[in-house]
């Protein structure tokens, strides 16, 4: 855990909100599935009235110091021994008795900071009530493909027919979640990596190469610590996590910076891998590239005006989807309900492929507006035309993961004959129109 003192001033803004909203965001708490979020709320707030008292104290006892210590000179200068005695021991008790206050302090803060970090951000008011993914609503929905004409085979069976993926030896080299990519399917990747990051480049995205490990600092700051701590692999030697993905080195790019209001929007963009423990995930889920503990990701992120964050939500949905259509996959966007919505998230759109042989949607992006929640974590502000400092927005999204991509684009695009066909917009890159 950071220093508390450290931790604790950017989340003041949020503790100021919660003692003037307290009831509106122990609502947004409940539509979020939080469990308790009264008492969780009132603890913290209960927490907070304690270390304002300690802090009246302090500071009595402070402008008590200065005003004695001053009294101390002038009492000696009259004589007056008996009473200079009688303030030199006051201050010794005052001096004790802020030291314990200091203490008191260090202990309050580290209680607050730890109680602020598991409060989740609270849902926009567009997003659905619901307990999981069951709940979420079907936005829009493209025309899918249903009959081959010809039994439709899964990704996995397709890649070890076609010599494109090795899971055995990934297993050996590392372990489950770890499949190798070869030949024709290592070129796939890395048309896909490219196209992508083109695609963002022509949409406005400076295009980042950031670190694969990141400190405490940009872990905390873009939400993943504490909630997914047990979900990042730790470099415990330097204290470094692996990223879970590229959102947190470029979002921490900008930590702690006041940026001008002239500079809006700032679009970033990145390819990584992608690092994710994925404990407890199991069954027809991790089967083939379902779920992976390493793969590949274009990321996209903004950090915008408050007053545009959910005018750039749609913009960077549509970008996703134009994705899709480019490369003829069949996809679905999903709202989110608040039950669903990660720990960070004000609003949330995923966008789902539909997998042939599995029969099932399979989620390949998800955009969100974070709105202040990151950016309060981070300190980064910028100053309107008051010249007023106000927190800016931050956003995120997958554009696009890839493991699920080319499960879709494989099953998808296979033929009768056993070739896979490759979308017209990535021969380009791939240097080749069919596998097989």
Same mark, same amino acid.
């Given at each position: 855990?950071?220093?508390?003192?450290?931790?604790?001033?950017?989340?003041?803004?949020?503790?100021?909100k919660?003692?003037?909203?307290?009831?509106?965001?122990?609502?947004? @708490?409940?539509?979020?599935?939080?469990?308790?979020?009264?008492?969780?709320?009132?603890?913290?707030?209960?927490?907070?009235?304690?270390?304002?008292?300690?802090?009246?104290? @302090?500071?009595?006892?402070?402008?008590?110091?200065?005003?004695?210590?001053?009294?101390?000179?002038?009492l000696? %200068? *009259?004589?007056?021994?008996? +009473?200079?005695s009688?303030?030199?021991?006051?201050?010794?008790? $005052?001096?004790?008795?802020? %030291? +314990?206050? +200091?203490e008191?302090?260090?202990?309050?803060?580290?209680?607050?900071?730890?109680q @602020?970090?598991t409060l989740?951000?609270?849902?926009? *008011?567009?997003?659905?009530?619901?307990?999981?993914?069951?709940?979420?609503?079907?936005?829009?929905?493209t025309?899918?493909?249903?009959?081959?004409?010809?039994?439709?085979?899964?990704?996995?069976?397709?890649?070890?027919?076609?010599?494109?993926?090795?899971? %055995?030896?990934?297993?050996?080299?590392?372990g489950?979640?770890?499949?190798?990519y070869?030949?024709?399917?290592?070129?796939?990747?890395?048309?896909?990596?490219?196209?992508?990051? *083109?695609?963002?480049?022509?949409?406005?995205?400076?295009?980042?190469?950031?670190?694969?490990?990141?400190n405490e600092?940009?872990?905390?700051?873009?939400?993943?610590?504490?909630?997914?701590?047990?979900?990042?692999?730790?470099?415990?030697?330097?204290?470094?996590?692996?990223?879970?993905?590229?959102?947190?080195?470029?979002?921490?790019?900008?930590?702690?910076?006041?940026?001008?209001?002239?500079?809006f929007?700032? %679009?970033?963009?990145?390819?990584t891998?992608?690092?994710?423990?994925?404990?407890?995930s199991?069954?027809?889920?991790?089967?083939?590239?379902?779920?992976?503990?390493?793969?590949?990701?274009?990321?996209?992120?903004? $950090?915008?005006?408050p007053?545009?964050?959910?005018?750039?939500?749609?913009?960077?949905?549509?970008?996703?989807?134009?994705?899709?259509?480019? @490369?003829?996959?069949?996809?679905?966007?999903?709202?989110?309900?608040?039950?669903?919505?990660?720990?960070?998230?004000?609003?949330?759109?995923?966008?789902?492929?539909?997998?042939?042989?599995?029969?099932?949607?399979?989620?390949?992006?998800?955009?969100?507006?974070?709105?202040?929640?990151?950016?309060?974590?981070?300190?980064?502000?910028?100053k309107?035309?008051?010249?007023?400092?106000?927190?800016?927005?931050?956003?995120?999204?997958?554009?696009?993961?890839?493991?699920?991509?080319?499960?879709a684009?494989?099953?998808?695009?296979?033929? +009768?004959?056993?070739?896979?066909?490759?979308?017209?917009?990535?021969?380009?890159?791939?240097?080749? *129109?069919?596998?097989?």
């Open positions: 855990m950071l220093l508390a003192r450290k931790l604790l001033e950017p989340f003041m803004l949020e503790i100021n919660l003692r003037t909203q307290t009831d509106t965001i122990i609502q947004n @708490l409940v539509r979020k599935q939080v469990k308790d979020a009264e008492k969780t709320v009132n603890n913290i707030l209960e927490v907070d009235a304690k270390r304002r008292a300690i802090q009246v104290e @302090l500071d009595q006892l402070r402008a008590e110091m200065n005003k004695v210590a001053k009294s101390i000179g002038k000696k %200068k *009259e004589g007056n021994e008996s +009473e200079a009688k303030a030199q021991a006051r201050t010794g008790e $005052i001096k004790q008795r802020i %030291k +314990e206050l +200091e008191d302090t260090r202990q309050v803060d580290q209680q607050l900071t730890d @602020l970090l989740p951000n609270t849902p926009h *008011e567009s997003v659905p009530v619901g307990k999981s993914a069951d709940d979420n609503e079907v936005v829009s929905e025309e899918l493909k249903k009959d081959f004409g010809f039994k439709a085979k899964p990704h996995w069976d397709l890649a070890v027919e076609h010599d494109i993926i090795d899971w %055995k030896r990934g297993v050996k080299v590392t489950a979640g770890f499949p190798i070869k030949g024709k399917g290592a070129r796939l990747q890395r048309a896909l990596i490219t196209y992508f990051l *083109e695609k963002a480049g022509a949409a406005g995205y400076t295009e980042y190469q950031p670190p694969l490990l990141v600092d940009s872990a905390y700051g873009t939400g993943q610590l504490p909630d997914k701590d047990g979900q990042m692999y730790h470099a415990t030697g330097d204290n470094f996590y692996l990223i879970p993905t590229a959102e947190v080195p470029i979002t921490n790019i900008f930590r702690g910076d006041i940026v001008k209001e002239s500079e929007p700032i %679009k970033a963009c990145g390819y891998p992608c690092f994710r423990r994925e404990a407890g199991y069954g027809k889920d991790v089967k083939g590239l379902n779920r992976l503990h390493q793969f590949d990701k274009v990321e996209l992120v903004q $950090i915008v005006h007053d545009k964050s959910y005018e750039t939500l749609e913009d960077m949905t549509q970008h996703v989807e134009g994705l899709l259509e480019d @490369l003829g996959l069949p996809y679905r966007r999903l709202l989110l309900c608040t039950g669903d919505m990660s720990f960070t998230s004000a609003k949330t759109f995923d966008l789902e492929v539909y997998s042939a042989a599995q029969e099932r949607w399979l989620e390949v992006s998800s955009v969100s507006n974070f709105e202040t929640y990151q950016t309060n974590r981070l300190k980064l502000r910028f309107d035309e008051n010249k007023k400092t106000q927190l800016c927005h931050s956003l995120n999204g997958s554009a696009l993961a890839l493991p699920r991509i080319v499960a684009l494989l099953e998808n695009y296979q033929q +009768e004959d056993g070739s896979i066909l490759i979308p017209k917009c990535l021969q380009p890159y791939t240097g080749f *129109e069919k596998i097989g």
